[in-house]
């Protein structure tokens, strides 16, 4: 991390830590200059605050759980982070009373000019209260609004023209199962692209649009071929300016070292071990915490880190010079999960997530597809491949 990037963090532990020391423990007001030798020390278990675990606690415990653990721990004092959002800390704050915790602070990172901020009547004390304001008032008390990493890069991103028309993006799919409901969902979400589909099987098109293939700014490729690349594969690399691979594709032609060179990296899922390609395994539904590498990236920039659940990827093959964005916390990934790359002078960009909802029970929670921080990604991943920034 950058040091300017710690500016929001920096300022909220010395705010924290100046709450800290004026907290009513047996050393604050109820001790006097004269019988400081009595009071409790301020690393006692009773005065220490648990700052921050929230986003790193939260792919393993929700809530209650995280409130359990305090009290087993000894801690009674709790700092949160998380979003400027009401209704997600009132079940921290719900959970913390049950287990006889108390919230010192809310720390929320926020972008700039783009974040929703709460209103600061909603905590005066003199107005109907909810459970944060109840909770969360008095002088030893502290909301934060933090511009953490993410809000200072989201300030600076790079944003497509307005007057620029739509991308022209042509996805190929075939070879791989998925849901193509929630999956052409999220591409006719995005107001700066317009799409049109080919299915291929075994490397060739057997379902064209209306009008045949044209050119594109952006071929989305989400199928995975057999065997060797075939010609008409290959000739749909003459039709866009950019690549845009997403999750199995990478799985493609696993009998073709070369794709290695198209795309960055390569996998071979198929049962023929291959002596130029790795045999990778994959794991389904697989909670994971996706930390972003490069903020500074148009891609990515202004994108936080953030909790899905998708299918890994294991023993996939990147190459050293691919120019890492994204990765994934799943102890047997890969842990690479999304990089950019170049060829023949075209931008390329590969995304491990994106399996969606096929095969899930039907009370699965959001998926890929529904998770906006993933969406956002795909969305100015397409818009950078395109040359748009």
Known sequence: MKPHQWAGVIAAFFALTTCILNFPDAR???ATRSNLSQTVSLWAHDNLVAW???????????????????AKLGFRHYAYIGPADTHALNAEIEALKKHGADLLAWYFPLALTTAPVPEAGAFSDDQEKSDVTEYLTGRHSLLLAGTSAYGIAAER?????????????????????YEPSEFFAAFNAMPNVRYQHVLMTE????????GGLGQYDVVLFYDMEPKTITPEWRSLLERGKGFV??????????ESPEFKAIVGGHANFSERPQPDVPSSGFHENQPQHYSISDHQHPATCGISDFAMTDEAYDNIDVDPAAHVLMRSDFPNLSHVVAWTWSY??????????????????????????????????????????AGRL
């Open 203 to 210: 490397g060739k098109p057997v379902a064209v649009p209306a």
């Open 245 to 254: 691979f997403l999750h199995h594709a990478l799985g493609s032609f696993p």
């Open 157 to 177: 991103c790079p944003k497509p023209s307005k007057s620029a028309p739509p991308v022209r993006l042509l996805i190929v799919t075939g070879g791989h199962e």
């Open 52 to 70: 921050c675990l929230e986003p790193w606690d939260a792919k393993r415990r929700g809530p209650e759980a995280r409130a359990q653990m305090l």
């Open 28 to 30: 604050g007001e109820a």
């Open 344 to 385: 023949a002078r075209k931008r390329v960009l590969y995304l491990q997530p994106g399996h969606g909802s096929f095969g899930l029970p039907p009370d699965h929670g959001p998926t890929a597809y529904q998770n906006e921080s993933f969406r956002r990604v795909l969305n100015r991943g397409i818009l950078w491949a």
